[in-house]
């Protein structure tokens, strides 16, 4: 699985919406009438719950802010899926949106999708999927920056002598260099760009 550093906030844009409603309405409980309760009489502690009290509903708010931008993310990814909506803001989904996205197109071409973890892959296989007796691995690139480069093909034709899968598909929003598009030339690798990603959605995968 390809490693991703985030913040607490990114990884709520990435949960489901309500996750982050339930967290704020956890915090504002805790801060505005638990803590005050359980630290009630305490002179040294006393002042910093109250003052925490105070800033309860701006704390609650601030964890609320991603449930709006996770629940757009959301309907966004429906409305691309469905052919509604312009396929230019694929790179501006969440990354779990993202994932969810390829993870739909696959499944609504006919591919049965097969978990895949295993920490020790060098090639960074997100997803095995199988249809017609034919298994692919399939790695996921939600980076908005930063071409993939020759390397991520080598290793996932590398990863493909393991004799599990006959082909790979590496999907990226930030596209491939040059050395990695013609590595990838007649071979099992198959490379989706953001052109690519379009074309998934208005004609399926290939």
């Known amino acids: 699985m390809a490693a991703y550093r985030e913040n607490l906030l990114e990884l709520l844009v990435d949960a489901p919406w309500w996750v982050s409603a339930f967290l704020a309405a956890a915090v504002l409980v805790l801060l505005k009438f638990i803590l005050p309760g359980l630290f009630a009489g305490n002179s040294f502690s006393g002042a910093l719950v109250s003052g925490l009290a105070d800033a309860a509903w701006i704390v609650a708010l601030i964890v609320f802010i991603p449930a709006p931008v996770s629940a757009y993310n959301s309907w966004k990814k429906d409305q691309l899926l469905n052919g509604r909506a312009d396929p230019s803001g694929l790179a501006r989904l ?113």
Do not use: W
């Open 94 to 206: 969440s990354r779990r949106a993202f994932t969810q996205l390829v993870q739909d197109v696959y499944a609504r071409d006919g591919y049965r999708l097969l978990p895949y973890a295993d920490p020790t892959d060098q090639a960074e296989v997100d997803m095995m999927a199988e249809k017609n007796g034919e298994t692919l691995l399939l790695q996921y690139r939600h980076h908005r920056s930063g071409q993939i480069e020759k390397q991520a093909v080598q290793t996932m034709l590398d990863r493909l002598e393991k004799g599990d899968a006959q082909k790979a598909h590496i999907i990226s929003c930030s596209g491939f260099s040059q050395e990695a598009a013609q590595l990838s030339q007649n071979s099992s690798v198959h490379l989706l760009d953001t052109d690519g990603l379009k074309a998934m959605l208005s004609r399926g995968v290939r």
